[in-house]
Every structure is written in C-alpha cells, then in structure tokens.
C-alpha cells in the first residue's frame, strides 16, 4: 500500500511537470494551429542560460535570466521565422519547429560539452518525510507553481479578449485582420509566454528529483514525453494539458511497478492510443467538424 | 473621405491584378462597385483594408487615403482603428468559435465597453437569428447565417466605413433585399460603404455611385443611375433575360458532349 | 574505360628478415585503426582512451618500436553511431593491421561480419563477454558478467548480503546490462537469493519509481549495470526514502562529476567492480602514465587513458609475437593473439590470457568506492582478486 | 453619364502552358537514362567506402519514397516509419534465417522470397494500423504513429526469439538471388581489373530495389491511386462524392508507404549485416530515424518522388560523405567536449534545410528542379503538385 | 442508359436541438432539372448531404431507382451514377484542372498501386483523358486543362467542379448553387451549359439555387423548403405565385 501511494505521489508530482511543458504546446496551439516541435530546445536553452549566468547571478537572478531567454528565443523564432513564413499552413510551419529543434538542440548540447549540471539548486534532493511516504520538494514546488499558472491561463483564454482574439487569429488570419486583431502581437505573445513556460520548466526537470540528470540532451527527450501529455488532454484545452500531464505522470509510475519499467514509455503512448481511439481530438480538444 | 488613387497592385512577381484605379467615396456615401469574375474587386478591397499581404500581394504605385491619411502601407489593425473595417468575400467566419465569440471578437478593435454592448443589441436587432443559435458553432451556420454573422461582426466595431465584399452571395432574394436595407440603414446612421457586387440591381439601388471594374481598370464610373441606365451594365449585369440568354447560348456554341457509356 | 580502383591489398611476400606482412604494414611502419567517438555521448571516455593509445604508441616508438617498425596510428570518429561506423569502416579496414580501439557495443555489433571475414583483430572499448564468440575480438580486462559476480562476493564477504536475500539488478538492455545480469544470476543461482531484474534503457535517467518498487519488495543490495546519471538517481532515492542499501555497480557506472551532484552526498553506500586502474591509481605504472598524460594534454583526465595504455601494451605483446611468429599478416596476429597467455600491463589490468577461446582473459578485480577526498573521485577498498564463483562460471561462449 | 467606357477589356489572361512538349519528354528521358548508367559504372571507380554510403541513401531514398506517398500524396503525418523499418528488418531476417538454430528462431526460407515476405508482413501491419489512423488527422495522427516505434522497440527488445535481443542482435541472411550470393562468397567476380565483392554486388542490388521502387511509386502516384490519395488529403468530401472510398484510400496509402518502409527496412538488415532491435528511442529504429524520414520528404518537397531521393541525398548522404572526406582530408581535426563534427554539421545542415525550404520554397527542392527544368521545356506554374 | 426518378422519402434531420430537415419528401422525375430552393438555412444542403450519404438521415428514405441511397455508403454513389459539384467548390486547388476533373473517373476506372505502378492502366489511362478533356471543352474550360486550379478565377473553378461531377457519367447531377458568385451574363452561361447537359445527356439534374432567374427559367419543377419543411413544390410558375413562398423566401419586392 506504502508503494502504492508513493507511487501516486511520485506520478503526480512529475505529471505537475508535464502539464507545465503540455501548456507551452497548448498555449502555441490555440494561437496559432501550429505544433511546436521546437519546445524541447526552448527548455533546453533556457536551461542553458541559467547555467552559463548562475555563477554570476546566482540562482535566482540565473533563473529569470533564463526564463527570460527562453522567452525571448521563442519571440525571436516566431518574428523571425514563422512570421515570415505567412503563406504557409500550421502543418508546414510544425515542420519547420522540427527542423529548428534540431539546430537549437545541437548547439545547445555542443556548447554544454561534457558539464551536465544540475539546476534544482534551492530544494534538489532535500525529501521531507511524511508517515511512510517521501515527497519530493522538486514536485511540491512543481505542483505549486503549475497550479498557479494554469489556472491563470484558463482564465485568460476564457475570459480575457486575449483568447478571444488567439483564437479568432488562428483560425483565420484574414478575417482576424479585418476585425482590427493584430495577430502578430497575438501570435508573438503566444510564443512569448510559451518560451517562458519552457523556462520554468526546466527549473524543474534539470533536477535529481525530478529527472535525475542535469541539463543534457535527456532533458529535451523529457520535453517530447510532454507530447503524448497534450495530445491526449486535447491539444487546444488548458484543462486537458493538467489531465493529460497527470495522466502521463501516473501511468508512468504506475505501469513503471505493475508492469515493468521498461514497458512504462509504452504504456503512456499506448494510454494516449486508447483515448484517441475513442476521442480522436483527446479528451478535451475541440473535436474537428466541417460541413460542405 | 476614402481616396484611392492610381492604384496598381500585383500578386506575386507577376500577377498584376489593378493597373491604377481611381475610385472616391465621399463621407457616408455609398459606392458599389461591380465587375465580372476576377476583375479586381475583392483586390481592390484587399488594398483599402491593408490584407494584401495575406494574399502574397502588393500595391506597387498610387495611393489609399482615408481622412487624409495615406493608408496604403499602414497595418489592419491600425486601420481598423481608424473605422475602415471589411467584410470578406465568401464569409470567413471563425468557424470553430460560437457565434457569440464571432461577434466578440468583432468588437475587439472598439475599445469602450458601452459602445460594444449597442453594437451587440443593434446586430442582435438586425439579424435575430444570431441571437438565437448564440452558443453555435459557427462553422455549422448554414452559407446564409455565416453571412449574417459575418455582416453582424463587423458592425461591432461600430465602423465608420464599411467595406462588403460580395454580401449577397448565397442569400436568399428576401434576404438580399433584407441586406440591401441594412445597408442602407448603416449608411443612414453614418457609415459609408464600398460595396462590391455581382447583385447588380441590389447594388445599383441601395448605392448612389458606382464603378465597373474590367481587368482591373475601372470601365464605367457615374453615378448609381446613369450606370443603370448604360447599356453594358444592363446586359452584362442587370441580364435583360430573354437576349442574353440566347446570347450565352451563341457563346456556349452549342457544345455538345457525347452520351454516357454507362 | 578502365575501372580506376585498385585492386586488393592481401597478403605480400616475405620481407628481408623473413617476416611476412599483411594490411596495415610496411618495411617501416605498422598502422593500427582507432574507431573511436569524439563527438557522440561517449566523448570524454573516447578521447581519453584514444590518448591513451597515444602515449603508448609514442613510447613504444620511442623504445624503437616493434619488429623494427614504428607504430602509427589511423584515427576515424563514428560518434558512436552505427552507420557511420559501418560506412567508415571499408574506409580504413586496407589501412590497417588491426584495431587497438574499437569503441561501443553498437560499433562492435555491426562490425561482427566484418572483422570476421576480414580476419581483422580488434580490442573493443566494450567488456560483454557476450562478444567473445569472435575469435578476432580482444577484451582487455575481464568482463561484466565477472565484474558482478566478484562484486557480489565482495559484499557477502563484508556481510552486506546472506544467502536467501532479495537483491535488485537494474540494468540498461543491452550487452552491457544483459551481460552484468548474467554475472549476478549466476552468483544468485549459488547462493540461493532471489534477483529482482529492472530493465531500462540508457535514455531513462529517472529511476525513482523502480527504487519505490524494489523498496517494497524489501531488497538487501541493489545492483547497477547502468549510466553513471542512473547511477546518481539510484543513490538519492534510496537515501530519500530511508532504504539505505548497498549499491554495487560494474566499472561503467561511476563519473567523478557524479560527486559534483545533489546525489554526491547518498553515494557512500556504492561499491564499484572494475578490471583497469582509475587514472589516479597509487600504482608505478599508473603514476608514469598519469605523469606522461599531464605533460601532453589539457584536458582533465579519466580511467580512459590508463586503459587504452594498457590495451596498447596488450597489443605490443601481441605484435612482438607474431614477429617472432615472422608472420605479421592478419592471419599470424590472430594466431598469435591465441598464443598470447599472459600479457602484463604491470597491473593496469591483471594479467591476460587469450588463449581460452570464449573465456575471458581475466577474473580478477578490483573494488573501490567513491571518495570525494581522492584524485579521480574514487579510493580503493579491495586490491585486484577474484572469487571462487567466478572461476567456475562459464561465459556464454567459452569451450 | 461622367465617364465613357473605356477600351473594350480583354477576358482574363489564364496562363496555359502544354502538358509537356514532345521534345521535353524525350530530353527527361535521356536525363534519366544517363543518370542510371552513371550509377551503373560508379562501383568501377568508387571505393567500397564511398558504394557503402551510396547505398545507405538508397536505402533512406527508398522509405522517403514511401513516406512522402503517405504524408504528401494523401496527407496522412506518420512518424511510424522507424517501426515499419524495425518490421522489414526482423520480417527478413526470420523468414530467411536458419530453421535449425536453437537460440532465435527461423524459417529457413530462400533470400528472394524472405524479401518479398518481410515487405509484405510490413504492408500487412500498416493496414492494421489503419482503423486507428483512419479516424485521426493531422498532428494528432502524427503522434499516435508515434506510439507505434515505442511499441515496437518494446516488442522487438522482448522477442528475442525473432530480433536475437538488445544485446547480440542476429546476423541476417546474406541476400542470394537464384544462388548468386550478393556477398563476398560465391564466386570470384571481376571487372575491368575491379574485383566485385559485397560492396559492389550490394550496390546493384540496391540500385535496381530503388528504380524499381522508384518507378513504381511514379506510375502509381501519376495515375488514379495518386489522384485519390490526393483527393483525399484536400477534401475527404468530395473523394467520397466521386467515389473513392476514403477510409480504404487511406489504409492502402499506409500499407503502401509500410511496405516502402519494410523494404528500406530489409535494406537496413543487409547494410549492417545485423539485425539488433535499438535499446532506446534513439538508434537504427528509433524516433530520430523517423523524423529523419520526415526531414527527407519535406527537404525534397512533399509528395515529390524524384524529391524523396534528393532528401536522402542530403539527410542520408550528408553525414557519411562528411564523415569521409574529414578521414580523407584530416578535416575537423579538434577533438572534445563542443567540437563541430561531421555527424553536428550534417544536422545543422539538415535542420536549416527544413527551414529553409518551409520559409522559401514550401514545394522543397523538387520545386526548384521543376522551375531549373521546365525552363526552356514548357512553363510550369511552380504551385502545381508534385508527382 | 437507364434513367431511374429520386425519391425523398419523408427524411427528418436532426442536429441536436435543431432539425434541419423535418419530413421532407419530393421527386425528382428522370430527365428533368429540379429546383430546390428555400431561404437560408432551411435545410436545402443538408438535403443534398442526406441524397449524398455525407448525413446520415434521422428518419426516412432516399431511393434512386431501386435503390437505397440511405443505406448506402457516401462513396457508393458515384458508381451508381449520383454526381455532385459543392456548394463552396472542393477541389484539390495544387492540382491541375485535368488532374481534378480525372478524379471523376474514379469509379469508372480500375487500378491499384501496383497496376498503376507497372503502368497496366496507361492505355486505359489515355481514353478517360480524353474524355475528361471532352468534357472540360463541353464546360467551357477546355483551354485550361494544365492550369492548377489555384490560378484560376471563381467561375472557372465552378465550372471545373462541375466537370469533375460529370466526369463521373452521371444519371442524376446534384449541383449546389451552381450560379453563386457570378453576374448576370455568366448566369446566364450557366444556366445555359445547364440546360445543354440535359438535352445532350437527357440526365436529371438537382440543384440548389438563389438565384431566381435561373430557377424560374430552366427547372422542370420546383420545391420550396423553409425550416425544413416542404412548403411548396410545383412547376416554377406555380411556385412563383405562392403566396407562402412568397412570404419566406422571395419577399414581396421582384426578385433580381
Ligand atoms: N492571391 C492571389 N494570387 C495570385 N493572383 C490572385 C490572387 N488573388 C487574386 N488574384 C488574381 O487577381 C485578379 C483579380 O482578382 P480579384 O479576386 O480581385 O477579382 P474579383 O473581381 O474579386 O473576382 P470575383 O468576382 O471572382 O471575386 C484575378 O485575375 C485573380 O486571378
Ligand atoms: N453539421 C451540422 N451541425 C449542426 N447544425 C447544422 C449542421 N449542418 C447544418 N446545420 C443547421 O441546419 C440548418 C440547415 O442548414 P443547411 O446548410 O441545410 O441550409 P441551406 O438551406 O443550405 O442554407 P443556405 O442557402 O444558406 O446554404 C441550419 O440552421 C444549419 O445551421
Ligand atoms: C562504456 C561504454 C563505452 C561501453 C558500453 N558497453 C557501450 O555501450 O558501448
Ligand atoms: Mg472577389
Ligand atoms: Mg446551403
């Protein structure tokens, strides 16, 4: 029952993660239908950041510092790539994240070298005890700080003229423009804000607790675990990146145990299977309909 | 209030779609604007609302003023914010939004709370069906309803000109003379409209100028009943039936097709 | 026309002395292949082992070389990838007379066919037993199979696990990991304990769950044929949740950057079977080659470089064999790798014997654990031995 | 009135370029012709070194080939062509493995036909895939595909008995065609003073599997499979209104582009003279393999046939060559923890490709051909779809 | 060429809340053009959805001939010689005119991957392009065979759905406003190509249509439809004069 729990404990606490790095897919989605392959390097590079400026900075300022890169990286790619791109559709613009993923991932990984260093600075490996289970602080801030976000977002996106206009933009980028929505701001916020999502991220999954590695090539393979998280919440729901990153969390754990660990990746894509079987648009995405 | 001068616009590197077109339309006038299939119209339109770029082209020579202020390169957005909103041609609503987020987002270029909220009950007003399906997706709005909805959005930014690009495509004849009133009625408040048109005898009615478009040059320019009075405008767009019908035969040249094999 | 490509580079005829030669060497020189990663995840123990051949191919030639010829050698980097390898391979096989270095077990793998048909030796920076039904392969040191089942003894010995115990295995699928497995069966077979086996790849770097789950089955001893970063995961879980048992791992999982990470301070409780020396041995000859490497190169240093030094003096045996054999085909350096029976490093490695085809070359040891204090991170706590349960363990290959 | 009418317009200019001038084709032809005789006669000049990275972009010419049918003709994303490859892979290696080794299992069947059976088993376990595909699109089939190389990695790691495991792997049959073994066995064969061993003997081989393929796809994509498959990826609702079945267009596109996989897969087997299933998601059959497939098909220009090859070209041959050329001329000699390396500077090319081609020429190189050939032949307006 | 009437069996469409169709029954004589019209909304796509099997109807039946359409699968319509141009046209607008009025041909033609691979069909291949160019020059766009449809201006791509529609040889033609979007002269055009299939091929024709110069003057028989009922249905001058349809569909002002 104890490993059971701690299991629970353990799932949850990384899934708080993946809805994190889910939401940074979602929050480009709904802006733009485009899928943003690139988001691992995005984690990767703020990741970076704080490690070339935490010697200086310390390790707050070092995590702004990289936050904010992150951010910016992310604003730079949409002002200068995919905005330029304007004739071509969402699909082709996925493509192209790919084919900039894999040039921000090498360099980054060239420029680490051999150092793969740790950035759970203020609370790595420090569990605390409680009856017979172990929490890990990496988790409990992870939690924290995804539920805050969030539950942010959902309001702005229902609320908010903001969503609105993200998604009235990409839907249909002509007719946003005639409704006086500039959908570069919009566009750009997006990726703005998913960048900095891709930075927090990485406070966390450069950790013992959490990933057990430092900063290394693992940490992007960590961001497209996320993926499985925010196709099967639904690509285009807030709510569906928490689901689907609690979900991916525990069938990890879970199966990890029950099953067998190596099984566990597997078993994540094969839940993912299964919910697209029933609900092809995931379990809270806008299901696709068109009428002639 | 709207000048457009010697405007000459190209898609691409070489698809030149107006060659310098003139065209006015004075504060609250109501201009129309016909032509056949691929004359210019919609690009003309595309110019004066800043979209050209969305459709890979460019005003290469002449001017768009609005109030005085050039607008030919101006983003919009900005335009919109000046009371230059349009109407797409073939509606372009937001289909997987509500019809009740369609027309939320048409109000988003009017910043103030109480302007938009008249907006809403004057378009609830004029088409009551939007009112009705509010919480639709608007992408199952049938081909008539879109256009009312797309009509409805751009009213909510309370415009001051307003540029329709083909609105009575698939409606209804009631509902083209519906929208035809409409139309006169926004201009009444204030608005003035460049209307592009296929419906000639809708657009001649409700408009007191008009312009033919050939091949992007402007063929024909008077006011809405000279043009009516013309006599390529009654053949080509008004259709005295009976002749031009058995015209189009002659140009269909009675071409013939072998039966089926099945 | 003509076809351009010249034709095959067999065997030629006898030379002045009478020594027959093959690929790879000429009146003045013999060439050996390096097939190593610079680039790919195994850099830094590529590049170590890689100058490791080098001061031995220096000093050798300082010491005049071997069979009157000046050793020289041709370097490729694959970067650990399998495709380059093979496409890179054709490239430098004519070249050479064998490989002093051949690194990764996906390297060695889809090479197999070719060493075999080209009859080319080849000391893979790789220890599966598993690939001893090569004739052509050269392991220096023993493998990981032996490694655990020292490493076991060990333990029982220092009375860190009883007969009848539950022990946790977790290893990365492959020779590597399959291979230690197969060492830890074979000394849980012989001692009654019950082996939980955890299978991962070496992607996965986040072990936290397996720990939970080996905790609930009440392990003694967990075992570790895994990365050093799965290694640093292993160790702060089970001080995080108060397990607190010895972990016992094969040479490959320790890094002295694993000292420099939150898990350093849960990594007392790791033992570390090895069959080469740590860089910083308190050894002569590890000290000479230490002392050699500092004057040569910039970078820091790992257990890269006294090992292919020694793999180096392995083949410097074997090279002065064969001339004595007059016969430095490729043919007469496998026969006489086969009479090899005891090739010394001055304890680098324990003394070799390759005569045993399909037997490792060794069973002895040694055990170490972490020690933030010592120069290479690690302190040795048991000099080079070997168990009864390996003298009698059969490899999978062995006659 | 105010104004006059002006001169009488012209009715729209369309332009209306011919299908293809007579002279054109022929010109194409001969193209094609001298191309394939270049490639004949390469094994007589080129080092085994460089024929074993020629043939390494056969192989990726042959499942970018596959793909790009699927994910540019009838617009299904898959990134589950490592998985179909893993398949091809193990389906030869079984059929024509040893019936009577203990350790793995085999069926002992002759070479020719353990090929054919390995493309089929792959074509076989696409269709069974499609009921899934068929009710998801875009990114979200994009991802499920995905599920399949996991899967497969932990099905192919756990049937030792068919792939021999993670840790030794199996060694394939060597390829054999009516009793000519296509490696160094068999009889001693030489040409014009070029001994023809595995590397020469596996050159031809593969040249004549990539036209075949190649031809194939060209025929079928220009005829009426081509249109459906594309019918389908515009509008499933007219392809349905004109009568083709859409869920089965789909499922044949999959079980055609596995089968194309399967066979690049059986390729991979002979190329490495080992099958070994990847321990992780990273290696022969893992997920950087199918996004380099995909790299491939969008370099070249989705849906381009002629376009796929030139992919591999770049995304297959890059790498290699660079590798050969840093050994022939000491290039990159620095060493360590950032330097640029062959395999790094093969994927910033590769990754700025996709880029690039996206930002410029969403048509990819093929679209650039097609405007460097049509010049002077006949204008093509560049927007026309690839075939 | 046997030609079989369409009957609309008492069909009910619902969506959710909102039904679309609501008991609609009519015929369809052979060799006749058909009017559906009805003010926006009033289910006349939908109808057209429900006879194409994109819908499947909530109650009722659809029969052509002795044939089922309800029962059917959508793809199965065209091999039975049911035709349909789109109300927005639905063309693959990257490929050539030929290339999408070919598709057409699909039920008429055979062919797998490996037999259009091994270029078996080629022969084949050859005589339905020349047919389908034939019919392209019938609609007026045989001048534009290898221009890709993006190129071309609204009306000619109309017309080149249509063609992909007749490509199919069919026995009943659904075409959803065929005239949207073009002035009166090519209306005019339209109608007139329209009435020329029915006296070169004596098929019948459906269709949808605002435009009430085009109705009035070529349809055989009209029915109104208006929130999904049959409000009328009657030859077009009968229909002209009702005063129901009169109130929900034309308005009191003369139509355009
Ligand atoms: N995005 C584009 N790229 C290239 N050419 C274009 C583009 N849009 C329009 N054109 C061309 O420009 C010319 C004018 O087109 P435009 O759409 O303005 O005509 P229109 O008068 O609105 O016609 P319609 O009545 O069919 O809407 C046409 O020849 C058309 O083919
Ligand atoms: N898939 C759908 N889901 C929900 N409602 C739908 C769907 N399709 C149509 N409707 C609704 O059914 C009604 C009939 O629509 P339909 O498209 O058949 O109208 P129509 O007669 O073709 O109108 P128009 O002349 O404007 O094209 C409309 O109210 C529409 O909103
Ligand atoms: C440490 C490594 C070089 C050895 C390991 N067996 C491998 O995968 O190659
Ligand atoms: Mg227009
Ligand atoms: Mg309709």
Not at chain 1, 101 to 108: G, W
Not at chain 2, 21 to 28: F, G, K, R, T, Y
Not at chain 5, 154 to 174: C, F, H, N, Q, S
Request: aromatic content about 6%; some cysteine; overall charge neutral.
């Amino acid at each position: 029952m104890n490993t059971f729990l701690q299991l629970v404990v353990n799932g949850l606490g990384k899934g708080a993660v993946f809805a994190l790095l889910a939401l940074g897919f979602v929050v480009i989605f709904k802006a733009t239908e485009v899928v943003n392959f690139a988001h691992g390097s995005l984690v990767l590079f703020g990741g970076y950041l704080v490690v070339v400026t935490r010697e200086s900075l310390g390790w707050v300022g070092a995590s702004l510092v990289g936050i904010l890169s992150a951010a910016l990286l992310a604003l730079a790619v949409e002002r200068l790539l995919l905005a330029r791109a304007r004739s071509a559709d969402a699909n082709s613009l996925a493509l192209l994240t790919i084919g900039l993923d894999v040039i921000i991932t090498e360099e980054v990984v060239r420029r680490l070298g051999v150092t793969l260093p740790f950035l759970g600075e203020a609370w790595d490996a420090q569990p605390i005890q409680i009856g017979g289970i172990t929490l890990f602080r990496t988790h409990l801030v992870a939690l924290a700080v995804s539920a805050v976000l969030i539950t942010a977002f959902f309001l702005a996106f229902r609320y908010s003229d903001w969503g609105v206009a993200m998604r009235a933009q990409a839907e249909n980028r002509e007719a946003a423009a005639l409704m006086g929505i500039r959908s570069s701001r919009v566009t750009a916020t997006a990726w703005l804000v998913a960048g900095a999502l891709a930075g927090v991220a990485v406070l966390f999954i450069a950790t013992q607790d959490f990933s057990g590695a430092g900063l290394s090539r693992g940490t992007h393979s960590i961001a497209l675990a996320a993926f499985p998280a925010a196709i099967l919440g639904g690509l285009d729901s807030t709510a569906g990146a928490v689901v689907g990153g609690l979900v991916v969390g525990l069938a990890e754990a879970l199966s990890a145990q029950y099953i067998s660990f190596d099984f566990s990746k597997s078993a994540v894509f094969l839940v993912m299977l299964v919910v697209l079987a029933l609900r092809p648009s995931g379990l809270f995405g806008t299901r696709e309909s068109t009428r002639v | 209030m709207l000048s457009v001068r010697n405007l000459q616009v190209r898609y691409g590197r070489s698809v030149a779609a107006l060659h310098g077109v003139d065209i006015d339309v004075p504060a609250d006038g109501v201009l129309a604007v016909l032509g056949s299939n691929g004359a210019g119209k919609s690009t003309l339109l595309r110019a004066v609302s800043g979209t050209l770029r969305l459709h890979r082209g460019s005003v290469v020579a002449g001017s768009v003023e609005f109030d005085g202020r050039r607008i030919d390169r101006a983003d919009p957005a900005a335009i919109v914010r000046l009371g230059v909103v349009g109407v797409p041609e073939g509606r372009q609503v937001f289909a997987r939004m509500t019809v009740e987020e369609n027309l939320r987002a048409g109000g988003i270029g009017a910043r103030d709370a109480t302007r938009r909220a008249a907006a809403r009950a004057r378009v609830h007003e004029l088409f009551p069906v939007l009112a009705e399906r509010a919480k639709q997706r608007a992408g199952l709005l049938s081909g008539g309803e879109q256009q009312m909805l797309a009509i409805g959005r751009a009213l909510m930014s309370g415009p001051r000109l307003l540029l329709l690009d083909e609105p009575s495509l698939g409606l209804a004849p009631k509902v083209v003379a519906r929208i035809g009133e409409i139309i006169r009625e926004i201009h009444a408040q204030g608005t003035a409209v460049v209307l592009v048109e296929q419906n000639a005898v809708m657009a001649l009615r409700v408009a007191e100028h008009a312009a033919v478009l050939e091949v992007g040059r402007v063929a024909l320019r008077g006011t809405a009943a000279e043009l009516a009075a013309s006599d390529d405008v009654q053949r080509l767009y008004l259709g005295g039936h009976a002749e031009s019908w058995s015209e189009a035969h002659w140009r269909h040249g009675g071409r013939t097709l072998a039966r089926w094999e099945r | 026309a003509c076809g351009t490509k010249g034709g095959g580079s067999g065997s030629s005829g006898p030379d002045a002395e009478g020594v027959r030669t093959g690929s790879g060497v000429t009146a003045t020189d013999i060439t050996l292949g390096v097939m190593t990663d610079k680039t790919g995840v195994f850099k830094n123990l590529g590049l170590g082992i890689t100058q490791g051949n080098e001061l031995w191919a220096k000093d050798i030639n300082a010491a005049g070389g071997v069979c009157g010829r000046q050793v020289r050698l041709e370097t490729v980097d694959h970067g650990y990838k399998a495709d380059t390898a093979k496409t890179l391979y054709p490239q430098i096989e004519p070249k050479v007379a064998g490989f002093v270095q051949m690194l990764g077990s996906p390297v060695v793998a889809a090479l197999k066919q070719n060493l075999l048909s080209d009859k080319a030796v080849a000391a893979p920076a790789s220890w599966s037993s598993e690939l001893l039904d090569n004739p052509y392969v050269m392991i220096v040191g023993t493998t990981y199979d032996v490694e655990m089942i020292d490493g076991l003894s060990y333990l029982q010995e220092k009375n860190l696990i009883a007969d009848g115990d539950t022990i946790g295995h977790i290893y990365i699928d492959g020779e590597y990991g399959q291979n230690g497995l197969r060492g830890s069966k074979h000394y849980a077979g012989k001692h009654n304990l019950t082996v939980k086996e955890v299978k991962i790849t070496s992607t996965d770097t986040d072990l936290t769950n397996i720990v939970t789950g080996l905790k609930g089955d009440g392990v003694k001893a967990i075992l570790l044929t895994t990365s050093p970063p799965q290694t640093g995961s292993v160790a702060a879980v089970n001080k995080a949740l108060g397990l607190n048992v010895p972990l016992l791992g094969n040479n490959p999982v320790f890094d002295p950057a694993l000292l420099k990470s939150p898990a350093a301070s849960a990594l007392d409780k790791l033992h570390i079977v090895a069959s080469s020396v740590p860089f910083s041995a308190d050894l002569p000859k590890a000290k000479d080659v230490a002392a050699k490497y500092k004057a040569a190169y910039r970078e820091p240093a790992n257990g890269g470089v006294p090992y292919g030094y020694a793999v180096g003096e392995v083949w410097g045996t074997v090279l002065k064999k064969a001339c004595e054999n007059k016969d430095l085909t490729r043919d007469g350096i496998a026969k006489a790798l086969k009479e090899t029976t005891s090739a010394g490093t001055e304890n680098l490695v324990a003394a070799l014997d390759f005569s045993k085809p399909g037997a490792p070359a060794t069973r002895q040891v040694y055990v170490a654990q972490p020690d933030p204090g010592a120069e290479g991170g690690v302190r040795y706590v048991k000099p080079l031995f070997e168990a009864a349960e390996a003298r009698d363990y059969v490899a999978p290959h062995q006659k | 009135m105010s104004d006059v009418v002006a001169e009488k317009a012209a009715p729209p200019k369309i332009p209306s370029p011919a299908r293809e001038t007579g002279r054109g084709r022929w010109v194409r032809r001969l193209a094609w012709v001298a191309l394939l005789l270049v490639l004949a006669a390469l094994p007589l000049y080129l080092e085994a070194a460089w024929l074993k990275a020629g043939q390494y972009v056969m192989i990726g010419g042959v499942g970018a080939i596959g793909l790009t049918m699927l994910v540019g003709q009838a617009g299904q994303l898959s990134l589950a062509h490592a998985f179909f490859l893993l398949v091809g892979a193990t389906g030869y290696t079984v059929l024509s493995g040893p019936a009577d080794d203990e350790r793995v299992f085999g069926l002992g069947l002759d070479p020719g036909l353990a090929l054919v059976g390995a493309v089929l088993t792959a074509a076989l376990l696409g269709l069974a895939f499609a009921p899934v595909a068929g009710r998801l699109r875009g990114i979200y089939l994009g991802v499920a595909s995905l599920s399949l190389v996991f899967l497969g990695l932990y099905l192919g790691q756990s049937a030792e008995a068919l792939t021999g495991g993670t840790s030794t792997g199996r060694t394939p049959a060597a390829f054999e065609l009516f009793g000519f073994p296509f490696s160094n066995g068999g009889p001693e064969i030489e040409l014009l003073g070029v001994p023809f061993r595995q590397a020469e003997r596996t050159w031809y081989l593969f040249l004549v599997l990539t036209a075949v393929a190649f031809l194939l796809a060209r025929g079928a994509v220009r005829g009426r499979v081509g249109r459906s498959w594309r019918a389908v990826r515009d509008n499933e609702a007219a392809a349905t209104a004109m009568g083709v079945d859409v869920t089965r267009a789909k499922a044949g596109a999959f079980a055609v582009s596995s089968a194309y996989a399967g066979l690049a897969g059986v390729m991979t087997a002979l190329w490495f003279d080992i099958l070994k299933p990847d321990e992780s998601e990273y290696g022969t059959y893992g997920i950087n393999v199918s996004i380099a497939f995909l790299a491939m098909v969008i370099i070249g220009g989705l849906g381009s046939i002629p376009g796929a090859l030139v992919g591999a070209l770049i995304v297959h041959g890059l790498p290699q060559a660079l590798a050969l050329y840093s050994a022939d001329l000491g290039l990159f000699g620095e060493t360590g923890g950032s330097a640029l390396t062959p395999a790094l500077i093969s994927s910033f090319v590769y990754g700025a490709a996709i880029v690039l081609v996206v930002l410029f020429e969403p048509g990819g190189l093929a679209a650039i051909g097609r405007r460097i050939t049509s010049r002077g032949l006949s204008r093509k307006p560049p927007e026309e779809d690839p075939s | 060429m046997s030609l079989a009437p369409l009957r609309v069996e008492n069909v009910t469409l619902t969506f959710g809340g909102i039904r679309a169709l609501d008991d609609v029954s009519f015929t369809v004589a052979p060799g006749t053009v058909h009017a559906l019209i009805g003010p926006n909304g009033a289910g006349k796509s939908s109808c057209f959805n429900v006879i194409s099997g994109v819908y499947r109807a909530t109650s009722g039946r659809v029969l052509f001939g002795d044939t089922e359409l309800t029962r059917l699968r959508a793809h199965k319509l065209a091999k039975i010689g049911v035709g349909r141009a789109f109300q927005n046209t639905a063309l693959s607008t990257r490929s050539t005119v030929l290339d999408n009025v070919m598709l057409g041909r699909h039920v008429l033609t055979r062919g797998g991957f490996l037999t259009d691979g091994l270029r078996l069909t080629a022969r084949e291949e050859r005589r339905h392009l020349a047919r389908a160019a034939e019919i392209c020059a019938f609609l007026g766009i045989g001048d534009v065979l290898h221009v890709p449809v993006a190129a071309l201006p609204y009306g000619a791509a109309k017309r080149v759905d249509i063609a992909r529609a007749l490509a199919v040889e069919p026995t009943l033609l659904l075409l959803d406003e065929p005239a949207a979007g073009m002035n009166a002269a090519e209306t005019a055009e339209m109608a007139a190509t329209i009435g020329d299939l029915r006296a070169a091929l004596g098929i019948s024709v459906l269709l949808v249509e605002h435009d009430m110069s085009l109705v009035m003057g070529i349809a055989d028989r009209v029915t109104v439809l208006d929130f999904g009922k049959r409000i009328a249905d009657g030859s077009p001058a009968e229909v002209r004069s009702d005063p129901d349809v009169i109130r929900a569909y034309l308005g009191a002002e003369e139509p355009a």
